[in-house]
């Protein structure tokens, strides 16, 4: 297991700027709240690989977290679930997801799964059948971003359709939720160009999650 000295930690995490190591021990306790202990080991991230779901290694620099309670990733890192491999993730990631999230204010982190299936069948529609890129004013036009369920940083956002355009929408169904996607993390490499960083602090509601076109 990796480790960090507490200065680290919390040039880590917003809000420890100018703050002393008492309260960055003070966070520690809370992020072991937020998170669940990773139980995903090494054959298991290579059983993506095996399934070509994900790429080997030497390209993405994937990393076991097996045992540890919350990411200590380094900046070069990010953190990511065996459940966003199994919808359609995939690294590099292209330049319409990332722009989703930072148009968000977004982290990766704060996706539930489905929301990754929902982004993947969204591009797949465009390339695939309108032949276009992903079309940016179409999506704002059909989905939303929520918050979800009770987690304050993991899988606290999803993506919905809007109320009233799933009769204008293609047939879409959604995976069962695994219950144990959350302790299924590891780390790759934030190849550039990069995610926005895991900062730890879940997801701040902006205008942006509302926008929307009306035609």
């Known amino acids: 297991m990796r480790t ?13 700027e100018g703050e002393d190591e008492e309260m960055a021990e003070k ?19 290579q059983a993506l690989v095996t399934q070509g779901l994900l790429k080997p290694r030497v390209e993405v620099e994937w990393k076991a977290a097996f045992g540890e309670a919350f990411p200590m990733e380094n900046t070069d890192e990010q953190v990511v679930f065996a459940s966003y491999f199994e919808r359609g993730f995939n690294v590099p990631t292209g330049d319409f997801f990332r722009g989703l999230l930072y148009h968000y204010h977004l982290e990766l982190v704060h996706l539930v799964p489905n929301s990754i299936t929902v982004v993947s069948t969204f591009i797949y529609l465009c390339e695939a059948f309108l032949g276009i890129p992903p079309h940016f004013n179409m999506w704002r036009y059909f989905f939303q971003a929520k918050k979800t369920g009770k987690s304050q940083v993991v899988g606290s956002v999803g993506f919905y359709l809007r109320p009233g355009r799933k009769g204008e929408y293609i ?4 995976p069962d939720s695994n219950k144990e996607w959350r302790s299924e993390w590891f780390y790759i ?27």
């Open 27 to 45: 966070w520690i306790p809370a992020l072991e709240k937020m998170w669940l202990k990773s139980e995903l080991s090494e054959q298991g991230i």
């Open 189 to 215: 490499g934030n190849q550039e160009p990069g995610l926005p960083p895991c900062t730890g602090h879940g997801p701040k509601k902006v205008a942006e999650w509302d926008q929307q076109l009306t035609s």
């Open 171 to 174: 047939e879409m169904e959604l």
């Open 4 to 16: 960090k000295t507490l200065a680290t930690i919390r040039s880590t995490f917003r809000g420890f």
